[in-house]
């Protein structure tokens, strides 16, 4: 079973999306700007123009070594305290895609420089050394539910003791590698996504995205007061119809939501069919509380949109004030949907929840500590 | 000092067999039509953790450092048209998700790890900690598919192999037990354990008593 992690605090947390750090990127989304912009696919080899949200300054097609090391530096560079990957300081890496845009940058030159990135291990040893981390770091890869389960274990091996405190770093950055599998699914287009919108045709963005989380027994404004996983299995691509699998990772939770007033801040990646099922099983469950997502505006920043979001929740709370479901408009698949800013001073928790490929679903409650 | 039994163990060896050659011998172990989709990586940890029974309440760890091989080959030669199919089943934990949907059996949790010097470790550390969780069985699985042209260019496994053993809290039945111990000086020179050798220690089922990761003293014994 998924374990109530009552005695875990959030103590300290950084993003980095194609807006900047959580703050502007906080800014930007009560605001209702949106980062995704039309991109060729396939980059240098052209394609069709696809909405993806890249962080400034970075070239789409990877370099040697990647390009995007230059912004997560600046993220990087936030992560409070020393000796990370020491014994009793564990770092927990999380991602979908790691440096495998290299792999496609040696397949199409034939550069060898590309392959020092290519494989996860290769790129997490490359990151690892030149931020400094010793070498106690663990490295999960479960697609778009990757950061959740940093935090679950990073959440065990502090309730075991065999940790001070602990860091869960989360990074995806785009490739034609990525964009261009997501575009061969026939669900990444030419129109912007609108998550939890009723309408004709779905369509996802794509985005660059990083974050950490430094987690603590005792320290910190907020605590992790649960957190769920469950596997449906049920195909790849598509959940049970009925919503049963989202449900079944929602139901150890609910003990824990009794008698709170939360927000929820959902997967939402702008598909028809998963939108849909996952609105619909969160009201059914959570009657009235408003829920929003905000990859119509950052796109879906797939390993570390857990993280990520996460982190903006967590500044959305200090700062009373959370966005709306940037890009949507009416009508929503359920009256829960909340398209605009909206007050969060009354709320004491948010419930953060991720999807992902193969059935996988993750949810987590944060509440003031 | 982490503690569990081994109560069941499940190894693939298959080597330097292709891939259509473990696709044959395989077509009577799963469901009609499903080898023909699924990666050799997914049939060999599919047929490890097959006789486990895998029930809901498992707790499954699994442990690759590269993964699936084959699939990100073929997905990368087939640009400028990207396969679909490929992309999907290039991701990390597709052997057993390969596996578990064509059984359509669900895991409440799933841990997928993926690593390269101290990856055994990680990966028993999960799971020993899952055990902690509550969960009443723990399943850790890994494997590695050969591959061919990223192999070439020293980014795949040079062998397939796959294994699947169950853990629990209990002796009732076991056959091995496994400890992991956190006290051991950090400064001590660990030996060399890959995800390989894991597999090499468990497929012989040696006895083994060694610092593979920093502060991470594993101990193997069987009945």
Partial sequence: MSVPSTSIHLSACGALTAFGDESTTLAALLDGRRALAPVPVLGADGGDP???????GRSFDETAPPGWLAPLRALTDRIPGEGWGSPRRPVFVTSSNFGVGSLHAFRRTGDAA???YGTPHRCVDWLAETLGWGPNVTTFSHACVSAHLGLEQASR???ANLADEALV??????SPFVAGGFHALKILNADLPTPYQDRETGSIGLGDGAAFAVLTRDRGDMKFVAQSLHNEMHH??????????FSACLAPLLPFTAGRRFWLKGHGTGTLEAGRLEAGVLARHFPGFPLVSWKGALGHTLGSCGLVELTIAATAIRHGRAPGTVGSSGPTFTPEVVLSPFEIGAFDSVLCTSNAFGGAHAALLLSHA | MLERWITALHTEDPALEEPAATRDRFKSRFPRNATRRMTQLGLLVGSALEPLKLTETDTLVYASAFAETRAIEGYLDSFPSASPTLFQTSIHPSAVQQALIVHQQPVREFFPLTGGAHLPAQAIEVALLASGAGS???????GEERGTWLLENNSASDRAFAFALALSTSPDGAIGRLTLDHASD??????????????????????????????????????
């Fill in chain 1, 50 to 56: 696809v909405p993806m949200a890249l962080c400034a």
């Fill in chain 1, 114 to 116: 590309h392959l020092a």
């Fill in chain 1, 157 to 159: 091996v502090l309730a």
């Fill in chain 1, 169 to 174: 770093f989360s990074f995806d950055f785009l």
């Fill in chain 1, 236 to 245: 790849f691509t598509a959940n049970q119809a009925d919503g049963s699998g």
């Fill in chain 2, 136 to 142: 009443r069985r723990v399943i850790l699985c890994g």
């Fill in chain 2, 186 to 223: 950090a400064d001590a020179a660990c030996v060399r354990f890959l995800l390989a050798d894991l597999f090499d220690v468990l497929h012989a089922r040696r006895p083994f008593d060694g610092l593979i990761a920093p502060s991470r003293r594993l101990t193997l014994s069987w009945s």
